[in-house]
């Protein structure tokens, strides 16, 4: 009785320090709990270094999100061009565009010293050389029969369906074989080509799927395929195309509220196709009531900005992160933020790390983190931009590469 007392509280005070204990001389081991964080998790930056343009010198490629598959990045970008040749110029427009970089041996990013000539590098400036086939009709996410195809531009040229990915491919399953499954939500943005104003203000979105068996040769591609072209309709909160992070059993997927907010959805990570199987998060519970795009209620705090930015996991912290654009902002400043769960609470965000600018209308934009490309010894975070300058100045759209690292 008295022992079991006292080895009730050795085990109380073991949890607490996390060390063996000694009972009658013998060593207990104890199945170490999860410890309970006594304040939410808040990585500062203790060191940032610029480390590369990432970039196919041959394209300009503007608002790149990346995610992993196989032992390569996967890197999705919006609006690119292609280089002619022997010239600082760009033409004909392809609504997104897709290449892949490699990692080193040791497993951190493959940048070389310099290569070629052409967007964002000058010859003497370090790259993460993007590979992959020149971009073709139609783009890497094809377009809706409605949005004219395939380019999305317009007869007239007064309008275009712009096909443009917000977040880079939500990995849901890798097989044995390797095999990689993956989706992307797209807004089915409507714009003005003058104006650049949006025709529907809350479009419709895409379900896009992906899937890939890794293979050595850059110039293959995943396959992919529109699961449904109305996934989320008009009107309809666009749950994933804010970002979104699988973890468990579930996909939790983050979408836009209007006029302002950030809302939430799960999904078994093995039922993204099948709507029946979501559940909404609403005034802190989980229901199957879809709500409302301007439903207040739906609103996770601090869940992201609303800026442009990426959700993750750090297995590293035991937290979910979110870093990304302030809202509105053009600048290249990173905000975090940081939650225990996908539901929150979530911390106010606050700068993690300032960079530089370009010096066109939009300085700086598509703010986006790659925790991919951590090792898991790394306590810290790789970063990228798309800097945008006058055309007087650079005619390419420019994608830094930082790495910072955490105090
Ligand atoms: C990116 O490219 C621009 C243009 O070539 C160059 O001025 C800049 O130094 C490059 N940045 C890095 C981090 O390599
Ligand atoms: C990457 O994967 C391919 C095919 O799976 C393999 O042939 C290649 O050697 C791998 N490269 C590295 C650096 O591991
Ligand atoms: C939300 O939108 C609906 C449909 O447009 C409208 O009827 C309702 O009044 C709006 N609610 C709020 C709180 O703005």
Same mark, same amino acid.
């Given at each position: #009785?008295?022992? !079991?007392?006292? $080895?009730?509280?050795?085990?109380?005070?073991?949890?607490?320090?996390?060390?063996?204990?000694?009972?009658?001389?013998?060593?207990?081991?104890?199945?170490?709990?999860?410890?309970? $964080?006594?304040?939410?998790?808040?990585?500062?930056?203790?060191?940032?270094?610029?480390?590369?343009?990432?970039?196919?010198?041959?394209?300009s490629r503007d608002s790149c999100?990346?995610?992993?598959? &196989?032992?390569?990045? =996967?890197?999705?970008c919006r609006d690119?061009?292609?280089?002619?040749?022997?010239?600082?110029?760009? &033409?004909? $427009? =392809?609504?997104?565009?897709? &290449?892949?970089?490699? /990692?080193?041996?040791?497993?951190?990013?493959?940048?070389?010293?310099?290569?070629?000539?052409?967007?964002?590098?000058?010859?003497?400036?370090? *790259?993460?050389?993007?590979?992959?086939?020149?971009?073709?009709?139609?783009?890497?996410?094809?377009?809706?029969?409605?949005?004219?195809?395939?380019?999305?531009?317009?007869?007239?040229?007064?309008?275009?369906?712009t096909?443009w990915?917000d977040?880079?491919?939500?990995?849901?399953?890798?097989?044995?074989?390797?095999? +990689?499954?993956?989706?992307?939500?797209?807004?089915? !943005?409507?714009i003005?080509?003058?104006t650049l104003e949006?025709?529907?203000?809350?479009?419709?979105?895409?379900?896009?799927? #992906?899937? /890939?068996?890794?293979?050595?040769?850059?110039?293959?591609?995943?396959? +992919?395929?529109?699961?449904?072209?109305?996934?989320?309709?008009?009107?309809?909160?666009?749950?994933?195309?804010?970002?979104?992070? *699988?973890?468990?059993?579930?996909?939790?997927?983050?979408?836009?509220?209007?006029?302002?907010?950030?809302?939430?959805?799960? *999904?078994?990570?093995?039922?993204?196709?099948?709507?029946?199987? /979501?559940?909404?998060? #609403?005034? &802190?519970?989980?229901?199957?009531?879809?709500?409302?795009?301007?439903?207040?209620?739906?609103?996770?705090?601090?869940?992201?900005?609303?800026g442009q930015?990426? =959700?993750?996991?750090?297995?590293?912290?035991?937290?979910?992160?979110?870093?990304g654009q302030a809202s509105p902002s053009i600048w290249a400043d990173? /905000?975090?933020?940081?939650?225990?769960?996908?539901?929150?609470?979530?911390?106010?965000?606050?700068?993690?790390?300032?960079g530089p600018n370009g010096d066109g209308d939009l300085p700086s934009y598509s703010l986006q983190?790659?925790?991919?490309?951590?090792?898991?010894?790394?306590?810290?975070?790789?970063?990228t931009w798309t800097q945008y300058f006058k055309p007087?100045t650079y005619t390419a759209y420019v994608t830094p590469?930082?790495?910072?690292?955490?105090?």
């Open positions: #009785m008295q022992a !079991n007392r006292l $080895l009730a509280a050795l085990l109380a005070t073991s949890v607490a320090h996390a060390a063996p204990i000694e009972f009658d001389d013998d060593k207990i081991f104890v199945v170490s709990q999860k410890p309970a $964080l006594a304040s939410p998790y808040k990585p500062q930056a203790k060191s940032a270094t610029l480390l590369a343009n990432v970039t196919d010198p041959d394209l999100g990346s995610a992993k598959m &196989g032992n390569r990045t =996967f890197w999705t690119t061009s292609i280089r002619i040749p022997d010239t600082d110029q760009y &033409g004909f $427009l =392809f609504a997104n565009s897709v &290449g892949w970089t490699d /990692y080193r041996e040791d497993g951190a990013p493959a940048i070389q010293t310099s290569g070629p000539v052409g967007a964002g590098s000058d010859g003497t400036n370090s *790259v993460l050389l993007m590979k992959g086939p020149r971009p073709t009709l139609p783009t890497f996410y094809p377009l809706g029969s409605d949005m004219c195809p395939k380019s999305g531009i317009c007869a007239d040229g007064t309008t275009r369906w096909g990915p977040s880079p491919p939500m990995i849901s399953d890798t097989a044995q074989d390797g095999t +990689v499954t993956a989706y992307t939500w797209v807004s089915n !943005n409507h003005s080509t003058t949006l025709l529907t203000p809350q479009p419709s979105t895409t379900l896009y799927k #992906m899937t /890939y068996a890794p293979e050595t040769d850059p110039d293959v591609l995943p396959a +992919v395929t529109t699961v449904d072209g109305a996934f989320w309709g008009e009107h309809e909160i666009g749950y994933g195309t804010y970002g979104n992070v *699988v973890r468990g059993e579930y996909a939790y997927l983050y979408g836009l509220l209007r006029p302002g907010g950030v809302a939430l959805a799960r *999904v078994p990570v093995d039922s993204i196709e099948d709507k029946s199987k /979501y559940e909404y998060y #609403m005034s &802190g519970s989980w229901t199957k009531i879809k709500p409302a795009i301007n439903d207040t209620a739906a609103a996770v705090p601090n869940a992201g900005t609303t930015g990426t =959700f993750y996991y750090s297995q590293r912290a035991q937290s979910y992160v979110w870093i990173f /905000y975090v933020t940081t939650a225990p769960s996908a539901e929150g609470p979530w911390t106010a965000p606050y700068l993690l790390y300032s983190a790659h925790p991919h490309m951590l090792r898991e010894y790394d306590d810290g975070i790789y970063l007087s590469l930082v790495y910072i690292s955490f105090v």
